[in-house]
């Protein structure tokens, strides 16, 4: 294996070309145990692509990658057992029902107990749905199917493409409760989305993939390594002149919008009080203080559409 | 045992089509009473013409064990893409000949099942016209070609129609190239109808013989070609 640790996902400088086009380059990530690791991108970013080289579907053409300490390229067969995978569109055998399409997928997997079959089923909320064909469910209870096939051989590496693309939101939020209760069973989870407020609150790191690797971190560092932090002070009235950065050496520039006054500084727990001090003494009437919020969407446009 | 759970699937999901089942069974029942028909004629026909219409009549059955395997087979890989379950199928640890065998066994036996159950009809028919099974039906060279070179012919059309279905990039023309499976159905109809020799052992043996290589041909070739990255990015 390519390291020394417990990384249940691991790549080192995977790339693939298609023909000419190159779809990912010299990618390296990681993901451990218990860990769900969002990779973020446009369309077109080779996310899908980065799935089906870890799913051992798409061999690289340089570059290596182990899923659950085994390669996807010398042993890809040793690697589809080990991986749950919810691909972009997931298709069933409309004809067949809920139970009789899991059992398929389970025995391919070598699961043949049926209690495992029902329990997993029980798991996504399909129990009373079993019995149907899967041509008569919602996209949304598709969807659960397509997660209950990723699970029902209890692999330790997840790895989902866009798994609540097209759900409402109700039944997003129950596969995201899913997910992020599957990641406290000690799983590896990659997480391809598009929705970047999911990938907020369900991923402990992010990856931003334009055929290159471009940010990778945990996002609140990715957002405090792009925009620094801002606390915005509100003022009762605002104040026409103030020196250049208050005359602070912790402050990183300084803007006011009418009353509010957005000041850069490196670590708001310790600076705040001296600010506060220097604003007063400068005559302004403090309303409140508060941190500047950066989701983790502006990292996104800052970062893809914004250019590298 | 990923085979069984590969076939018994196939089964479970093409047999709920109503119209595969009655497209599967009207063809061998409409050769067979073609075949039963020229039988019929038969009857009142002198001895070494009947020996001809009967074995034309044969001809009938070497026909049958492709035609459903060419038509169900075709749509075997074809169709998994087009329901979106060929990615999640590839990702699991079914290996590649498990797939390719499993779903060429799948068409090969309801076909024979189907060419045997018609032409027990046809003996039972010919019995009941000529108060017994005629010679000529009952031949070694007959019953070879019955029994040994037809699982050979599905066999053959299954194969193609795997091949022609995992490298397509469209299922229309998959349908348009399938019709190549056919071609060692009808040879010996060709043969025969051109007098360029009888359906005898020799005959029989030539034929089973390259269609025998021809599917161990196949089958290493089909293996070999069936790019599971090539046929998960050629589709779009």
Same mark, same amino acid.
């Given at each position: 294996?390519?390291?020394?640790?417990?990384?249940?996902?691991?790549?080192?400088?995977?790339?693939?070309?298609?023909?000419?086009?190159?779809?990912?380059?010299?990618?390296?990530?990681?993901?451990?145990?218990?860990?769900?690791?969002?990779?973020?991108?446009?369309?077109?970013?080779?996310?899908?692509?980065?799935?089906?080289?870890?799913?051992?579907?798409?061999?690289?053409?340089?570059? @290596?990658?182990?899923?659950?300490?085994?390669?996807?390229?010398?042993?890809?067969? /040793?690697?589809?057992?080990?991986?749950?995978?919810?691909?972009?569109?997931?298709?069933?055998?409309?004809?067949?029902?809920?139970?009789?399409?899991?059992?398929?997928?389970?025995?391919?997997?070598?699961?043949?107990?049926?209690?495992?079959?029902?329990?997993?089923?029980?798991?996504?909320?399909?129990?009373?749905?079993?019995?149907?064909?899967?041509?008569?469910?919602?996209?949304?209870?598709?969807?659960?199917?397509?997660?209950?096939?990723?699970?029902?051989?209890?692999?330790?590496?997840?790895?989902?493409?866009?798994?609540?693309?097209?759900?409402?939101?109700?039944?997003?939020?129950?596969?995201?409760?899913?997910?992020?209760?599957?990641?406290?069973?000690?799983?590896?989870?990659?997480?391809?989305?598009?929705?970047?407020?999911?990938?907020?609150?369900?991923?402990?790191?992010?990856?931003?993939?334009?055929?290159?690797?471009?940010?990778?971190? /945990?996002?609140?560092?990715? /957002?405090?390594?792009?925009?620094?932090?801002?606390?915005?002070?509100?003022?009762?009235?605002?104040?026409?002149?103030?020196?250049?950065?208050?005359?602070?050496?912790?402050?990183?520039?300084?803007?006011?919008?009418?009353?509010?006054?957005?000041?850069?500084?490196?670590?708001? @727990?310790?600076?705040?009080?001296?600010?506060?001090?220097?604003?007063? @003494?400068?005559?302004?009437?403090?309303?409140?203080?508060? @941190?500047?919020?950066?989701?983790?969407?502006?990292?996104?446009?800052?970062?893809?559409?914004?250019?590298? | 045992?990923?085979?069984?759970?590969?076939?018994?699937?196939?089964?479970?999901?093409?047999?709920?089509?109503?119209?595969?089942?009655?497209?599967?069974?009207?063809? %061998?029942?409409?050769?067979?009473?073609?075949?039963?028909?020229?039988?019929?004629?038969?009857?009142?026909?002198?001895?070494?013409?009947?020996?001809?219409?009967?074995?034309?009549?044969?001809?009938?059955?070497?026909?049958?064990?492709?035609?459903?395997?060419?038509?169900?087979?075709?749509?075997?890989?074809?169709?998994?893409?087009?329901?979106?379950?060929?990615?999640?199928?590839?990702?699991? %640890?079914?290996?590649?000949?498990?797939?390719?065998?499993?779903?060429?066994?799948?068409?090969?036996? %309801?076909?024979?099942?189907?060419?045997?159950?018609?032409?027990?009809?046809?003996?039972?028919?010919?019995?009941?016209?000529?108060?017994?099974?005629?010679?000529?039906?009952?031949?070694?060279?007959?019953?070879?070609?019955?029994?040994?070179?037809?699982?050979?012919?599905?066999?053959?059309?299954?194969?193609?129609?795997?091949?022609?279905?995992?490298?397509?990039?469209?299922?229309?023309?998959?349908?348009?190239?399938?019709?190549?499976?056919?071609?060692?159905?009808?040879? %010996?109809?060709?043969?025969?109808?051109?007098?360029?020799?009888?359906?005898?052992?020799?005959?029989?043996?030539?034929?089973?013989?390259?269609?025998?290589?021809?599917?161990?041909?196949?089958?290493?070739?089909?293996?070999?070609?069936?790019?599971?990255?090539?046929?998960?990015?050629?589709?779009?």
């Amino acid at each position: 294996m390519g390291g020394d640790y417990d990384a249940l996902i691991l790549a080192r400088g995977l790339t693939r070309y298609f023909g000419q086009r190159p779809a990912v380059v010299e990618l390296d990530l990681e993901v451990r145990a218990g860990e769900v690791l969002g990779l973020l991108g446009p369309n077109g970013a080779g996310k899908t692509t980065t799935v089906r080289m870890l799913a051992g579907l798409l061999a690289p053409t340089s570059g @290596e990658a182990w899923v659950a300490g085994h390669s996807v390229v010398r042993e890809p067969e /040793k690697v589809r057992p080990r991986i749950g995978l919810v691909s972009e569109s997931p298709g069933f055998y409309k004809r067949l029902s809920v139970r009789r399409n899991l059992q398929f997928f389970a025995e391919l997997y070598g699961v043949h107990d049926p209690q495992r079959v029902e329990g997993t089923l029980s798991l996504v909320g399909l129990s009373d749905r079993a019995a149907e064909p899967v041509a008569t469910l919602s996209k949304g209870l598709r969807q659960r199917l397509a997660l209950a096939r990723a699970l029902v051989h209890d692999p330790p590496v997840l790895l989902l493409d866009e798994p609540t693309s097209g759900l409402d939101p109700e039944v997003a939020k129950e596969v995201r409760d899913l997910l992020s209760e599957l990641s406290r069973e000690k799983r590896g989870i990659l997480l391809c989305t598009h929705n970047l407020a999911e990938a907020e609150r369900l991923c402990h790191r992010v990856a931003l993939l334009k055929t290159r690797l471009i940010a990778l971190g /945990k996002p609140e560092e990715l /957002k405090e390594r792009l925009f620094g932090r801002r606390v915005v002070v509100t003022l009762s009235h605002s104040i026409p002149a103030l020196p250049e950065n208050l005359g602070l050496p912790f402050v990183r520039g300084l803007s006011l919008d009418k009353n509010k006054l957005y000041v850069g500084v490196e670590t708001p @727990e310790r600076d705040n009080p001296r600010l506060i001090k220097r604003l007063v @003494e400068l005559g302004a009437e403090i309303v409140y203080v508060t @941190e500047e919020a950066r989701t983790l969407e502006e990292v996104y446009l800052e970062l893809v559409e914004g250019g590298e | 045992m990923k085979l069984k759970t590969l076939i018994l699937k196939e089964w479970a999901d093409l047999f709920r089509i109503k119209m595969v089942i009655y497209g599967c069974v009207f063809m %061998p029942l409409f050769m067979g009473g073609v075949a039963g028909y020229m039988a019929w004629q038969a009857r009142s026909l002198p001895s070494p013409a009947q020996a001809a219409l009967l074995n034309t009549s044969l001809l009938y059955f070497l026909v049958l064990p492709v035609l459903i395997p060419v038509t169900l087979g075709v749509y075997s890989v074809v169709g998994e893409k087009e329901q979106g379950t060929l990615e999640p199928l590839l990702a699991t %640890p079914i290996s590649d000949l498990q797939l390719f065998l499993g779903k060429s066994v799948v068409v090969v036996i %309801p076909s024979l099942i189907l060419t045997w159950a018609v032409f027990g009809l046809f003996l039972a028919a010919t019995s009941f016209l000529f108060g017994s099974v005629p010679r000529p039906i009952t031949s070694l060279p007959w019953l070879l070609s019955i029994f040994v070179l037809s699982p050979l012919l599905s066999l053959f059309a299954a194969l193609v129609a795997m091949i022609i279905s995992s490298r397509s990039a469209d299922s229309r023309a998959a349908y348009q190239f399938a019709s190549l499976a056919v071609v060692p159905g009808i040879i %010996p109809l060709i043969v025969y109808s051109a007098r360029l020799t009888a359906v005898d052992l020799k005959f029989v043996g030539i034929e089973g013989a390259i269609l025998l290589a021809l599917d161990v041909i196949l089958l290493f070739l089909g293996i070999k070609i069936f790019q599971r990255e090539e046929i998960l990015t050629r589709w779009k």
